[in-house]
RNA sequence: GGCCCCUUCGUCUAGUCAGGCCUAGGACACCAGGUUUUCAUCCUGGCGACAGGGGUUCAAAUCCCCUAGGGGUCACCA
């Protein structure tokens, strides 16, 4: 049967955006613009404390901020609306009646302490026996009475014998018994309050989902939900179980091992396209060969029967990778925008400032944009430009080296004498030309001068071409930090 | 513990469905060289895996069985 291809995500908007579901709105997102399908956003947000206006906002920023754009959703609309799971809750009602007329589901008039009575007996059990309601065989008539008289339920779903076998995308046939499986709550006692497990078929039902793509934690959940779409009479959806993206503990990837959120790489300084792409690699390769690919790719030749069926365990070493590999690929202008914020952030220049010297800063990124791996890795190369020149940081390293070079003080003195009455002039590529042919004049080594010298106006063992440093700086404040480096290294 | 899922270099993976093209390929990391005034980039090379055991077959990483290990899940959370 062939019915158009729509996919889903529902995330709950509790807490940050976790990388998790990131992923799984990016294969979702990809599968349905590969074969043309539609993919819709739903906010699960049925009725629960943790839920928050914030969170969900989070969602939304962080998955566009990601570049993926969904069809249908909380905002846009759609011919299914609402996407808010709470405001659908008459719908899931009505279901719940339908299902307790024909019997597939019932009232179940057990208190809290009865079931925990239950569970503690289950306790000692080598063989946990699924739950089966006490009130799974109450005349339906004598159960609409004590429900009319006021006594609190549970809507319980009743699970009949026998297994589920289902054909999941990824793995392959999968079983499970029905003994294993609780008659569970579809609504809750009391408070009219439908469970996940239950709103979601409704919801998937009702929006016409064709594919659920989900994280393999909900693999177990997969025989409920099936037995209900039978109970309802419907056809269900085709499943796929993501393999989990693991912590190094290979243990569900948690902040327990490192930051899962994607505002934390935002803010990092991780360049959106090394997050998508690597995103991508969990679990899923483009060919085996290639690595970087771009998102167009990504679409052409993804398929969810091509994703590995193990855990993928997250290499934070290979994603810092990926980040100085599209930030390397970045032009000039497009990456000086990036970090402009961290920038700013440093407190150096005020925007407008910024603003001013706009073509400054971009030369002065794009000299060290071949260091960098995170914008946030700025800071760290340039910072010493913005130093009074006298009193530049040295880093220890950097001023071992200088100190190595005995002619440290002469050399530098004579450079800067040398620079200033014009000895040395043109362009930065001329300078170094005639610099080298000085110091060979004074029978020195490169070194000489060069680790002295950078010592003096960085402050740093290593970076940029020393003449584009200088040629950034200017020549009068490099003069100053030249001549205040022969007193600082004497 | 029950049930379910999984198992190729340290890590992400290609190859497994259609057994031979695999003396198992790529990438990250690591190590060693080269390039550079330095750091970084870049280039070259190296290290390194079919979880174990049985079978089937002329032939098995690929098919079957068992064992072991790892993970997920066992809520009136989602």
């Given at each position: 049967m062939t019915r158009p291809l729509r996919v889903r995500i529902a995330p709950s908007p509790t807490g940050t955006v976790h990388l998790g579901l990131c992923r799984t709105a990016l294969f979702n997102w990809a599968y349905a613009r590969r074969f043309g399908g539609t993919f819709v956003l739903r906010i699960e947000d049925t009725d629960h404390d943790r839920n928050t206006q914030a969170s969900q906002q989070a969602i939304l920023d962080g998955l566009r901020w990601l570049g993926l754009d969904w069809d249908?959703?909380?905002?846009?609309?759609?011919?299914?609306?609402?996407?808010?799971?709470?405001?659908r809750v008459e719908r899931h009602l009505a279901w719940a009646e339908k299902l307790l007329a024909s019997g597939h589901a019932y009232r179940d008039f057990s208190t809290p302490e009865q079931l925990d009575a239950w569970r503690a007996e289950q306790e000692g059990r080598k063989q946990r026996i699924a739950y089966r309601g006490a009130d799974r065989d109450l005349d339906l008539a004598e159960a609409e009475r004590r429900a009319a008289a006021g006594e609190e339920y549970a809507v319980r779903f009743r699970i009949p014998d026998g297994e589920t076998t289902f054909e999941d995308l990824i793995r392959g046939q999968v079983t499970i018994p029905h003994h294993e499986i609780d008659d569970w709550v579809m609504v809750r006692r009391g408070a009219a309050s439908p469970t996940y497990n239950f709103v979601v078929v409704c919801d998937d039902l009702d929006m016409h989902i064709s594919h659920v793509f989900r994280g393999e934690e909900h693999l177990v959940n997969t025989p409920k939900q099936l037995l209900l779409y039978s109970a309802l009479g419907e056809p269900a959806p085709e499943f796929a179980h993501l393999p989990l993206m693991l912590g190094t503990d290979r243990k569900k990837l948690s902040k327990r091992t490192g930051d899962t959120a994607l505002g934390d790489y935002q803010a990092k300084g991780y360049p959106r396209e090394a997050i998508f792409n690597f995103l991508a690699l969990q679990g899923w390769a483009l060919d085996g060969e290639t690595d970087v690919f771009s998102r167009e790719q990504f679409v052409e030749r993804f398929d969810i029967r091509d994703v590995a069926k193990a855990g993928a365990v997250f290499d934070p070493d290979k994603f810092l990778w990926m980040a100085g590999e599209y930030l390397r690929g970045e032009k000039p202008e497009e990456l000086a925008a990036h970090v402009k914020p961290f920038a700013l952030e440093a407190g150096w220049m005020s925007a407008q400032e910024l603003q001013e010297r706009w073509p400054w800063f971009v030369r002065l990124v794009a000299s060290v944009q071949e260091r960098l791996a995170l914008y946030s890795d700025l800071p760290h190369w340039v910072?010493?430009?913005?130093?009074p020149h006298a009193e530049v940081p040295y880093d220890p390293k950097a001023e071992k080296g200088a100190r190595k070079r005995e002619r440290r003080v002469e050399l530098l003195t004579g450079f800067a004498d040398a620079l200033e009455s014009g000895a040395i002039h043109g362009s930065p590529a001329q300078w170094a030309e005639q610099t080298k042919a000085w110091i060979e004049a004074q029978g020195a080594k490169i070194p000489d001068l060069f680790q002295p010298l950078r010592c003096a106006l960085t402050g740093m063992a290593g970076g940029p071409d020393l003449f584009e440093t200088l040629d950034l700086l200017g020549v009068p404040a490099a003069l100053e930090r030249i001549r205040a480096g022969a007193q600082r290294l004497a």
């Open positions: 249908e959703g909380p905002e846009q609309g759609g011919p299914y609306e609402p996407y808010q799971q709470s405001e910072g010493h430009m913005f130093q």
